[in-house]
T-cell receptor, first 116, second 112 residues
Framework: GAVVSQHPSWVICKSGTSVKIECRSLDFQATTMFWYRQFPKQSLMLMATSNEGSKATYEQGVEKDKFLINHASLTLSTLTVTSAHPEDSSFYIC????????????FGPGTRLTVT | GENVEQHPSTLSVQEGDSAVIKCTYSDSASNYFPWYKQELGKRPQLIIDIRSNVGEKKDQRIAVTLNKTAKHFSLHITETQPEDSAVYFCAAANQAGTALIFGKGTTLSVSS
């Protein structure tokens, strides 16, 4: 149980284009989803928290107009990187928490984004 | 906001030895402390967690201790094996539903 998937697993895009990453909870309803980014050999940095049906809460320093987060259903959240630049290249990981899971958060497999 | 410090950043041990990783946190309201293991290019995997009403928790070769007064918690791995080699992250959260705040990670290398 508590499986979270992400799609795509990796993507290469050109500078200036937009990329959408999907995060799905496969066997539970995720009332809250979190988006993290991770640079090589670094820790996971929280970008934003999204609750189903409401606007995401972004961490300080994260541009909400650049990283669009939508959590339209209890099983799907999307992160869109708009006008991507090479410095946006990173490993993006989502995690999900459901009512029944209370404290525990389960992570997706991550998406490797490379902007050329 | 919460801040989690983790030490050491790298740790090398011989197979069979014990490994200890320590974390401190700043928010006294934090009450959930998980530990994750992450292999290169993969998702973090929860290996053990502890809540503030418990001082110690053990699962086979892995144990976690929590000192709420001092605001620190530690991961103990006994009888280490080469497959324990990975990056380990501690994290803290102050209530269910809030995001985990991670330490910077410890790269554990177990040599045979």
């Amino acid at each position: 149980g508590a499986v979270v998937s992400q799609h795509p697993s990796w993507v290469i895009c050109k500078s200036g284009t937009s990329v959408k990453i999907e995060c799905r909870s496969l066997d539970f309803q995720a009332t809250t989803m979190f988006w993290y980014r991770q640079f090589p050999k670094q820790s996971l940095m929280l970008m934003a928290t999204s609750n189903e049906g409401s606007k995401a809460t972004y961490e300080q320093g994260v541009e909400k107009d650049k990283f669009l987060i939508n959590h339209a259903s209890l099983t799907l959240s999307t992160l869109t990187v708009t006008s991507a630049h090479p410095e946006d290249s990173s490993f993006y990981i989502c995690s999900a928490r459901g009512l029944a899971l209370f404290y525990e958060q389960y992570f997706g497999p991550g998406t490797r984004l490379t902007v050329t | 906001g919460e801040n989690v410090e983790q030490h050491p950043s790298t740790l090398s041990v011989q197979e069979g030895d014990s490994a200890v990783i320590k974390c401190t946190y700043s928010d006294s309201a934090s009450n959930y402390f998980p530990w994750y293991k992450q292999e290169l290019g993969k998702r973090p995997q929860l290996i053990i967690d502890i809540r503030s009403n418990v001082g110690e928790k053990k699962d086979q070769r892995i144990a976690v201790t929590l000192n709420k007064t001092a605001k620190h918690f530690s991961l103990h791995i006994t009888e280490t094996q080469p497959e324990d080699s990975a990056v380990y992250f501690c994290a803290a959260a102050n209530q269910a539903g809030t995001a985990l705040i991670f330490g910077k990670g410890t790269t554990l290398s177990v040599s045979s």
